[in-house]
Nanobody, 121 residues
Framework: QVQLVETGGGLVQPGGSLRLSCAAS????????MGWYRQAPGKQRELVAA???????RYADSVKDRFTISRDNAKNAVYLQMNSLKPEETAVYYC???????????????WGQGTQVTVSS
């Protein structure tokens, strides 16, 4: 079994900051890309940021220069530092990882259960 567990969501005022964490555990041989997605009510899930095992990153245009994704390969963890948050960024934030369970298996996509981020005064 593979499990992704997110922490760090909550309520923050506009302009504030939050840091999300996600740790992968279980039968893990290797992790390729890890990332964060978000889904607001009535909207499709969208990519926020992603990072490869080598450290290459990419961001949604709307969060560039405000959000920073990082990962700790030794801990199978990925983080999202979110600054200058806006009310329209209220959403459930999901951790995602492309994981190989053993040297013979193909990579599979895994998701966390999601953590609520609410930006409101």
């Amino acid at each position: 079994q593979v499990q992704l567990v997110e922490t760090g969501g909550g309520l923050v005022q506009p302009g504030g900051s939050l840091r999300l964490s996600c740790a992968a555990s279980g039968n893990i041989y290797s992790i390729n890309a890890m990332g964060w997605y978000r889904q607001a009510p009535g909207k499709q899930r969208e990519l926020v940021a992603a990072v490869t095992s080598g450290g290459s990153t990419r961001y949604a245009d709307s969060v560039k220069d405000r959000f920073t994704i990082s990962r700790d390969n030794a801990k199978n963890a990925v983080y999202l530092q979110m600054n200058s948050l806006k009310p329209e960024e209220t959403a459930v934030y999901y951790c995602n990882a492309l994981i190989r369970k053993n040297r013979y298996s193909v990579e599979a996509n895994y998701w966390g259960q999601g953590t609520q981020v609410t930006v409101s005064s």
